[in-house]
């Protein structure tokens, strides 16, 4: 008997780069409207405020934050929904 192994779903990625606040976050809420429970969403925003300004949104939403990244230029903020 073989297991099968299901390899996680891609994020869907939200490149609010260039937009201000509150732009990434009115675009992450919009893309967690549109997704299903357990969907992992990636956002990229150069937007400094960000950085704490969705963190503070997803534990008050009751989403996941799996992590905050640095990148050359902007951050990735990795979300997943939960409900």
């Known amino acids: 008997m073989t297991d099968t192994i299901t390899a996680p779903a891609q ?10 606040c509150p732009g990434p976050l009115m675009e992450l809420i919009r893309a967690i409207r549109e997704s299903a429970p357990g969907q992992v969403i990636a956002v990229y925003s ?26 050359d230029g902007y951050d990735e903020i990795v979300v997943e929904k939960t409900h």
Request: glycine share 8%.
């Open 11 to 20: 994020p869907r990625t939200v490149d609010a780069r260039g937009s201000y």
């Open 46 to 71: 150069s937007d400094s405020g960000s950085r704490t300004d969705i963190p503070k949104w997803v534990e008050k939403a009751g989403h996941r934050l799996i992590e905050v990244t640095p990148r």
